[in-house]
């Protein structure tokens, strides 16, 4: 089981664990074979990630979120310096790139 974050899904996915709603009702089962009109809905309802079946990913299931957090934590000591922030910055787009997000006002650096 993996956790993919919902603009890495893919048609022919399946489900590791149910998709519930906010009561904690499930809306879609385990065992749900994704296609592109679920995987449209399911973006739609900002879900941030879901669990498939099959390995850990190279992210490690983490989401965007996550991994961006985890990049910060890593340059926090180079603040100061503009080409290492130039390197986060470079970074972060490529990041978000990866993980289906369109270019948006970037979060702010940590101090």
Do not use: C, W
Request: hydrophobic share 40%.
């Amino acid at each position: 089981m993996k956790r993919v974050v919902v603009y890495e899904l893919l048609p022919d996915m399946i489900l590791a664990r149910p998709i519930t709603n906010s009561n904690g009702l499930p809306i879609v089962a385990a065992g749900t074979i994704l296609n592109a009109g679920l995987i449209e809905r399911l973006q739609e309802l900002g879900l941030p990630s879901v669990y498939i079946e099959g390995d850990a990913l190279d992210s490690g299931g983490k989401t965007l979120d996550e991994l961006e957090t985890e990049l910060d934590h890593r340059f926090r000591h180079v603040a100061q310096d503009p080409i290492q922030q130039l390197i986060l910055r470079t970074l972060r787009t490529r990041l978000r790139a990866t993980h289906g997000m369109a270019q948006d006002v970037e979060k702010p650096e940590a101090a």
